[in-house]
């Protein structure tokens, strides 16, 4: 089973910038066949959304529309982290950020991963 931990939230005006780590202890991820790691966020009363993705091997990235050219993921193999660059936050970024890791293919569904981080508050003052 993959541990994750996540580092990196905090309080930040908008238009400032976050980069957020996840790092992944239990299996080295590179000898997995196949795997994928995400990160999500959830909103006071909302429901937990994707934000971006990157697959493990290969280095493909998904994104959100809403994080699209402000949010870029990395991952850093030697290190087994995954990254999430955060440009030009905005208020309506505030949420928990959670990072995910699935054996697999891209899924936008949370259902579908297996190991979660324990989150790290994102907070964007207007």
């Known amino acids: 089973q993959v541990q994750l931990v996540e580092s990196g939230g905090g309080l930040v005006q908008a238009g400032g910038s976050l980069r957020l780590s996840c790092a992944a202890s239990?299996?080295?991820?590179?000898?997995?066949?196949?795997?994928?790691m995400g990160w999500f966020r959830q909103a006071p009363g909302k429901d937990r959304e994707f934000v971006a993705g990157?697959?493990?091997?290969?280095?493909?990235?998904y994104y959100v529309d809403s994080a699209k050219g402000r949010f870029t993921i990395s991952r850093d193999i030697a290190k087994n982290t995954v990254y999430l660059q955060m440009d030009s936050l905005r208020p309506e970024d505030t949420a928990v950020y959670y990072c995910?890791?699935?054996?697999?293919?891209?899924?936008?569904?949370?259902?579908?991963?297996?190991?979660w981080g324990q989150g790290t508050q994102v907070t964007v003052s207007s």
């Open positions: 995910a890791g699935r054996s697999g293919t891209m899924n936008y569904r949370a259902s579908e991963y297996t190991s």
């Open positions: 239990g299996r080295t991820l590179s000898s997995l066949i196949m795997y994928f």
């Open positions: 990157i697959s493990w091997r290969g280095g493909s990235t």
